[in-house]
Every structure is written in structure tokens, then in C-alpha cells.
């Protein structure tokens, strides 16, 4: 029974094109996030939600928007997407002050 | 601007020696470190961490050594498994608004284990 899991796994899209990455963890944690590896391999945050409230926005583009219909969901929606944006995805949970539960990634190539 | 410094891209160790991996950081607000272990294609997961108050943890295999005033934190894996041969990241933590961490990463250290 997987903690945190996000789909999709594997996401090829056009540049232009409009995708979703959702994300549920199961571990009744308060704080939910969205990290982006880049090429360089650096794991940067996005975006943090707590309990359904934005608390974290990074200087991250305004194509993508971050969405949390309850604690345990966190989507990532991006739109007009562009070759930069290829990246590998992670959403993590948390309990306040405690370490990250990571879902396994989703790894976005846009061509 | 890199908060959290990983400056050995890659580490190669004898099965049954120590593993050794460095960690440098420069924002003294930062009060909580963690070390994450990686897998290709899997999310990272937690290994072990360390509180400014304290200078040392040890979980089995795996110690962590924090020198404060060197803004320096250490990893250390004895005895060396093949099993341990992934990506590590240090991560660093500041609490944001009083609800959960704001993690700053390092770019990871590869490391191999040979049997």
C-alpha cells in the first residue's frame, strides 16, 4: 500500500499542451509538496500546501498551478508546456517538522 | 545560489570499508539536516537525521556528524554493502510558518560499493 503515489509515472507531451500530475498520500500527514529535479539533478521545491492552504510558492512560473482538493491530494497542473519544463517531478508529505515521505516521480519530457 | 553543497559527485568504496559523505552548507538558520537515499526511479527516502543541538546520530550503519561551526555535516556507512550503492542527498531545513519543512537540497553524491 503505497504512502505516497502520483501518476503518472512516464508523461511525453507536446510543447503547448496542457498536463496534470496527481498526487494522494495515505500517511494522514498536514503538509504536501511539489519538488522538480532538474537536469542538474537539484531537488528544488515548489510549491508546499498545508491542510488545503498554499503556504510555500516558489518563483515558479505562473503556468503552473498547484491545486489540493483536501489534505491528502496535491495536483500539479501545467499549462502551455514548454522544453524546459522536462524535469522529474516529486511530491512529498509531511508531519510538521518531520522528514519527507517521497512519491516515486514523475518523469515529464516534453518534445 | 546553492544553500546545500554535495562537492563529490560521486564516491567509489571496497565492500566492507567506510563510506564517507560530505555535506557543506551556508545558511546558519538552518537547524535541522537530514540524509536521503535514492534509487534510479524511485523517490528518495529517508535515512537518517540530526538536530543542530546534538553532534552526532547513529542509526545501525549509518552515523551522521554535524560541526556546527564548520557549517559541515557528514555521512558515514560501515561496514559498505552493494546494497548501498545509490544516490544520497543531504538536505537542510528551515521551518516555514510554523507548518512543516522547507527542504534544501544538495545535488547528491553517487555511491558505488563494489563487492
Known amino acids: 500500500d503505497t504512502a505516497v503515489s502520483q501518476t503518472p509515472k512516464y508523461l511525453v507531451t507536446q510543447m503547448g499542451n496542457d498536463k496534470s500530475i496527481k498526487c494522494e498520500q495515505n500517511?494522514?500527514?498536514?503538509?504536501m509538496y511539489w519538488y522538480k529535479q532538474d537536469s542538474k539533478k537539484f531537488l528544488k521545491i515548489m510549491f508546499s500546501?498545508?491542510?488545503?492552504?498554499?503556504?510555500i510558492n516558489e518563483t515558479v512560473p505562473n503556468r503552473f498551478s498547484p491545486k489540493s482538493p483536501d489534505k491528502a491530494h496535491l495536483n500539479l497542473h501545467i499549462n502551455s508546456l514548454e522544453l524546459g519544463d522536462s524535469a522529474v517531478y516529486f511530491c512529498?508529505?509531511?508531519?510538521?517538522?518531520?522528514?519527507?515521505?517521497f512519491g516515486s516521480g514523475t518523469r515529464l519530457t516534453v518534445v | 545560489d546553492q544553500q546545500v553543497k554535495q562537492n563529490s559527485p560521486s564516491l567509489s568504496v571496497q565492500e566492507g570499508r567506510i563510506s564517507i559523505l560530505n555535506c557543506d552548507y551556508t545558511?546558519?538558520?538552518?537547524?535541522?539536516f537530514l540524509w536521503y537515499k535514492k534509487y534510479p526511479a524511485e523517490g528518495p527516502t529517508f535515512l537518517i537525521s540530526i538536530s543542530s543541538i546534538k553532534d552526532k546520530n547513529e542509526d545501525g550503519r549509518f552515523t551522521v556528524f554535524l560541526n556546527k561551526s564548520a557549517k559541515h555535516l557528514s555521512l558515514h556507512i560501515v561496514p559498505s554493502q552493494p546494497g548501498d550503492s545509490a544516490v544520497y542527498f543531504c538536505a537542510a531545513s528551515a521551518l516555514f510558518y510554523g507548518y512543516g519543512n522547507k527542504l534544501v537540497f544538495g545535488a547528491g553524491t553517487i555511491l558505488r560499493v563494489k563487492s
Open positions: 545558511n546558519s538558520m538552518f537547524d535541522y
Open positions: 500546501y498545508n491542510n488545503k492552504e498554499l503556504i
Open positions: 512529498a508529505s509531511s508531519q510538521r517538522a518531520g522528514g519527507y515521505t
Open positions: 500517511l494522514g500527514h498536514d503538509t
